[in-house]
C-alpha cells in the first residue's frame, strides 16, 4: 500500500531523520535535496528507499556524516575534492560551484572527487550545471555488480553515465543512464515488493539468466548493450575510479549495509562553455533538437522526467506504507 505526501512535508522528514542519525544541517540538506529530486522525477530506486540505509551508516560511522569536504586545485583546468568518506552530495555541490567559475574563466574544467559515496541521480548535477549555460559530462563507479563480458564475477558497478547541455529554448537537455539494462537499485526495490525482474537484467551466482532478484543480488547485472556496455562500465571505472585514485568497484563496500569500511569510489565531471569552441552552439542545437522531434513518436531525453516532476509536485510523491512508517519512527527520535 503507498502513501501520498507532499514534496515540502517529504524534504522536511528527510531532514528529520538524517538529524537524528548525526548529520549536520548543511550535508542533510544536499543529501535530501537529491533524493527529493529522484522522487520528484519518478526515480524511486534512488530516492527515499535509500535513506534508511544513509541514516544507518551516518550512525554507525561507515558514512562520517559531517565530513569536511577539501577542495584543491591541482592545474588551471583541473580540481579536485576529497569527500572525506562523507556523503557525496554536498562535496559534489561545493566542487561544482568552484568548477563551473572555472569552466568560464579557462573554457573548461575537470573535477574528481574521491572517497565519496553513493551519489544518486547523476542528471541531477548535470540539471545545476546546464542552468549555468556549461555542458556537462559525469560519471560515478560504485561496488562491484557487473562482470565483465564473459566473465561471471563482478568487477564494475552499475557506473552511470549523464551528459547536460543547455538550450536557447526549452528546459535543458539531460541524458542520464546506468551501463547495466537496469540499476540495481530497481533489482533492490522488487526483492524488497516480492516482485520478479525481467530474465535479461541480471544473472545468478552461476552466470544464468534469472527472474529472482536475490538470485540476481547474489550474481551480477548484465551489461546495456552486451560487450559494448561493459566497454563503457570499464571506461567509467577509469575515469571515476583509477583516475581519481579512488576505490575501484571490487574494492568498495556496499551502499546499503552500515557495517565495514567506507565504499570510498569516485566521480568524475567535466564542465565545457560552449561558447569559445562555436559562438552558434545554442541556434546549432536547437537545429538538432527540431530535426529530432519533427519525426512522429519522437521525444528529447529529459522530458518524461519533467513531465513527472510537475505532476509529483501537484499531487504529491507515493511512498509505500512501510517506509514512510519506518522513516516516521526514525524521525520521531529526533
Not at 534512488?46 to 560511522?61: I, N, T, V
Not at 563507479?141 to 552499475?158: C, D, E, Q, R
Not at 551466482?205 to 538470485?215: F, I, K, S
Request: proline letters at 5%; one cysteine or more; aromatic letters at 6%.
Amino acid at each position: 500500500m503507498s502513501v501520498l505526501i507532499s514534496a515540502s512535508d517529504l524534504r522536511a522528514l528527510g531532514l528529520a531523520v538524517l538529524g537524528a542519525a548525526g548529520t549536520p544541517a548543511f550535508a542533510a540538506s544536499a543529501v535530501v535535496d537529491a533524493l527529493l529530486a529522484a522522487e520528484l522525477e519518478g526515480i524511486s530506486s534512488h530516492g527515499f528507499s535509500r535513506l534508511p540505509a544513509y541514516a544507518d551508516q551516518a550512525r554507525s560511522g561507515k558514512v562520517k556524516a559531517g565530513a569536511e569536504v577539501r577542495l584543491t586545485v591541482q592545474a588551471p583546468s583541473v580540481l579536485m575534492v576529497d569527500a572525506g568518506n562523507g556523503f557525496a552530495f554536498p562535496a559534489i555541490a561545493k566542487g561544482i560551484e568552484a568548477a563551473m567559475v572555472r569552466a568560464r574563466e579557462q573554457g573548461l574544467c575537470a573535477l574528481g572527487v574521491r572517497r565519496s559515496h553513493h551519489c544518486g541521480v547523476l542528471g541531477f548535477f548535470m540539471e545545476k550545471i546546464a542552468a549555468g549555460g556549461l555542458i556537462g559530462l559525469a560519471c560515478t563507479n560504485s561496488p562491484a555488480a557487473m562482470a565483465p563480458w564473459g566473465g561471471k564475477k563482478a568487477v564494475f558497478g552499475t557506473n552511470p553515465l549523464a551528459f547536460g547541455c543547455p538550450r536557447a529554448r526549452g528546459e535543458a537537455l539531460i541524458i542520464d543512464l546506468s551501463l547495466s539494462k537496469a540499476a540495481r537499485g530497481k533489482v533492490m526495490l522488487a526483492g524488497q515488493r516480492g516482485e520478479s525482474i525481467p530474465a535479461d537484467w541480471a544473472l545468478d551466482a552461476e552466470g544464468r539468466e534469472t527472474t529472482d532478484p536475490q538470485a540476481a543480488l547474489r550474481g551480477t547485472m548484465l551489461p546495456l548493450g552486451g560487450a559494448k556496455g561493459a566497454a563503457l562500465a570499464l571506461m567509467v571505472e577509469i575515469l571515476a575510479a583509477t583516475l581519481t585514485g579512488s576505490n575501484h568497484a571490487s574494492e568498495a563496500s556496499s551502499f546499503f549495509d552500515a557495517t565495514g569500511p567506507a565504499p570510498g569510489v569516485g566521480q568524475f565531471f567535466l564542465l565545457i562553455d560552449p561558447g569559445p569552441f562555436n559562438p552558434d552552439f545554442l541556434s546549432r542545437l536547437e537545429a538538432l533538437c527540431a530535426e529530432i522531434l519533427e519525426q512522429g513518436n519522437t521525444r528529447l531525453p529529459g522530458d518524461r522526467r519533467r513531465a513527472e516532476r510537475e505532476k509529483r509536485l501537484r499531487a504529491g510523491i507515493s511512498l509505500p506504507e512501510d517506509l514512510l512508517t519506518d522513516l516516521r519512527t526514525r524521525a520521531g527520535e529526533y
